[in-house]
């Protein structure tokens, strides 16, 4: 009888959706950073690229992502999905009549709490490629500086935010298009600085028992 067990590999050939998660954080960012840096009021297409872009496309990326059983992917892309979706929902829900606006107080909290998760994402891309930890890296001083600007009030920490926002929404955005400019041309147009890390070290063989009691008199 055989008892021989065939064994089946399976091949993962779809495609990366990490550049559609960064192109769509990217570009959402810069557009709502351009808003806060004084180059055009709070409008529709702010809210519309939110939902569509920077939120559907972002779970879409991340549920492709935990496809591919990549944990830091899906938590990065489905949260910030989801972050747009909230941010959006802040500013329709207090026109639609269902809650209270939400104060400066209780949004600076939310933004410091969106700043220290980023904070914490960004000690995992240490261990990725140096276009993720710029990404992550000046999306914490983002988070943090709105923060702050809603606390304090302050017209200029927000402005200065707009800025600091639309140089990280544009790494984002050129970390997505590198992957795509690379694979394409299967060489590195546009360098990412892939991390190398070290491998562990392997145990030293040994030659044979080790004697551990005392040793008999010749």
Same mark, same amino acid.
């Given at each position: 009888?055989?008892?021989?067990?065939?064994?089946?590999?399976?091949?993962?050939?779809? #495609?990366?959706? =990490?550049?559609? $998660? @960064?192109?769509?954080?990217? *570009?959402?960012?810069?557009? /709502?950073? %351009?808003?806060? +840096?004084?180059?055009?009021?709070?409008?529709?297409?702010?809210?519309?690229?939110?939902?569509?872009?920077?939120?559907?496309?972002?779970?879409?990326?991340?549920?492709?992502?935990?496809?591919?059983?990549?944990?830091?992917?899906?938590?990065?892309?489905?949260?910030?999905?989801?972050?747009?979706?909230?941010?959006?929902?802040?500013?329709?829900?207090?026109?639609?009549?269902?809650?209270?606006?939400?104060?400066?107080?209780?949004?600076? #909290?939310?933004? =410091?709490?969106? $700043? @220290?998760?980023?904070?914490? *994402?960004?000690?995992?891309? /240490?261990? %990725?490629?140096? +276009?993720?930890?710029?990404?992550?890296?000046?999306?914490?001083?983002?988070?943090?500086?709105?923060?702050?600007?809603?606390?304090?009030?302050?017209?200029?920490?927000?402005?200065?935010?707009?800025?600091?926002?639309?140089?990280?929404?544009?790494?984002?955005?050129?970390?997505?298009?590198?992957?795509?400019?690379?694979?394409?041309?299967?060489?590195?147009?546009?360098?990412?600085?892939?991390?190398?890390?070290?491998?562990?070290?392997?145990?030293?063989?040994?030659?044979?028992?080790?004697?551990?009691?005392?040793?008999?008199?010749?």
């Amino acid at each position: 009888m055989d008892t021989s067990i065939n064994k089946i590999t399976v091949t993962d050939n779809s #495609a990366n959706p =990490a550049p559609l $998660g @960064l192109l769509a954080f990217g *570009m959402t960012t810069v557009l /709502l950073n %351009l808003h806060n +840096a004084g180059f055009y009021e709070l409008n529709s297409m702010i809210l519309a690229m939110g939902i569509f872009y920077g939120g559907i496309a972002q779970i879409i990326a991340g549920i492709m992502e935990w496809t591919k059983k990549n944990t830091f992917a899906t938590t990065a892309f489905i949260s910030y999905g989801l972050f747009w979706l909230t941010l959006v929902s802040l500013v329709l829900m207090p026109k639609s009549g269902w809650v209270e606006a939400t104060s400066a107080g209780s949004l600076a #909290a939310y933004l =410091a709490m969106w $700043g @220290l998760f980023t904070g914490v *994402m960004f000690i995992g891309t /240490l261990r %990725l490629n140096r +276009a993720l930890q710029v990404v992550f890296a000046s999306l914490t001083v983002l988070f943090l500086l709105l923060a702050a600007a809603d606390a304090s009030g302050s017209a200029f920490l927000k402005t200065v935010a707009g800025y600091e926002g639309i140089f990280c929404g544009f790494s984002a955005i050129y970390a997505g298009l590198a992957q795509v400019l690379n694979e394409l041309y299967e060489h590195e147009m546009w360098p990412i600085g892939q991390v190398v890390t070290q491998p562990t070290p392997k145990p030293l063989p040994t030659l044979g028992p080790v004697a551990t009691g005392p040793r008999r008199a010749a």
